[in-house]
């Protein structure tokens, strides 16, 4: 089945649902392709003890309160529900599940799926990079007799409970893993490639604004950006502030090598583990461009705000200095109203 549209977007994350809805104000005949099931893009596969009053803050889409009061409940839950309930509010064409396996140039952007091939004349790419989870590589690791989870397969504390565990990663994830991992499990060490950044002043909107600047230049110079919310630093709540005392936070430097029973560093040191969480974060899912050959020298693709440099029908949203929530809805904005300009324009010529 081909099926003919003005604009492809690619994902229903928070990204590609903020986009969904400015194409549907600007009257565009556009679809959704999600590979999920059901609403909730990554949100949805987030840990069970990710708490919604332990994420940064979810910035709600464009025009519609997001009033959930429980913040016990897990993340993953509650945007779900509001995800799903958004898409139905603004009856938004959302195809799911249904898995872009690569995007082909031509007159018109050929967008093959699992379930078909759809004609674009301009594509939002919204995948997000919970999907390309990035795992380092170190002497021994496949040799490890333990078990070796990523931030991606954590199924919380419970599962860890009298274990000797090694968390990797510098970021949030990995601080949240080890003071919930830690009163349960036989044994926790932190490492880190390079020494933490906790930032003690509070996070304030120059912040934000500092860290997306600093991910904007490089995706505009075409390297591969770092997440925005890993740039911004750790936050010290009351919490990790115990956590810290009490040496739970206490941060070794990378090991070098992976033992079958464990991790050894360079000057002999060897820690006993039973499991190794690699918290070291994510890469951006964008596999199926690869036909599109976007990616230069700098490892990125050279970007121009959402917009791609090479090429102005495609935008990515969700990626570089707007992945995170209130990035997606200001981008999923702005894509839309250079698409419609852009295509605009060509109905005028064609004419
Ligand atoms: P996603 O939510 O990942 O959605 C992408 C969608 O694309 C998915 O539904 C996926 O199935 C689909 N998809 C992927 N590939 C394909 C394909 N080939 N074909 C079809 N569909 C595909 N941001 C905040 O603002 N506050 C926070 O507290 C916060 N906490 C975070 C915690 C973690 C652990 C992580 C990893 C990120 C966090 N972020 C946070 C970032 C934030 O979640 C995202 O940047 C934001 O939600 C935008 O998501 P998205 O729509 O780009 O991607």
Known sequence: MTTEVDVAVIGAGQAGLSSAYFLRRAELDFVVLDANAGPGGAWQHRWPTLRLGGVHGIHELPYFPFESEDLDRPASEVVAEYFGAYERKFALPIRRPVKVQSVTDGPRLRVETDHGVWMARALINATGTWDRPF???????????????????????????????????????????????????????????????????????????????????????????????????????????????????????????????????????????????????????????????????GGGIVMDGTRVAADPR??????????????????????????????????TTAA
Request: hydrophobic residues 45%; glycine residues 12%.
């Open 135 to 297: 795992w380092p590589r170190y002497p021994g690791q496949s040799g490890f007799l333990g078990t070796q989870l990523h931030t991606a397969d954590y199924p919380g504390p419970t599962a860890l409970e009298g274990k000797r565990v090694v968390v990797v990663g510098g970021g949030s994830s990995a601080v949240q893993a080890l003071m919930e991992i830690a009163p349960v499990a036989a044994a926790t060490t932190w490492v880190t490639r390079r020494p933490p950044v906790f930032r003690t002043e509070p996070f304030t909107q120059e912040v934000g604004r500092a860290a997306v600047a600093r991910v904007e230049e490089a995706v505009r110079a075409g390297r591969s950006p770092a997440s925005v919310v890993s740039v911004t630093g750790l936050s010290v709540t009351p919490e990790v502030t115990a956590a810290r005392e009490s040496g739970v936070l206490d941060r070794q430097p990378m090991f070098e090598r992976v033992l079958p029973t464990g991790v050894a560093w360079a000057d002999g040191r060897f820690v006993e583990a039973d499991v190794i969480l690699w918290a070291t974060g994510f890469r951006a899912a964008l596999d199926h461009l690869a036909p599109l050959g976007l990616r230069g020298p």
């Open 314 to 347: 495609l935008h990515l949203v969700g990626y570089g200095p707007s992945a995170s929530t209130i990035g997606a809805n200001r981008a999923g904005r702005a894509a839309v109203r250079e698409i419609r300009a852009l295509l605009g324009q060509r109905t």
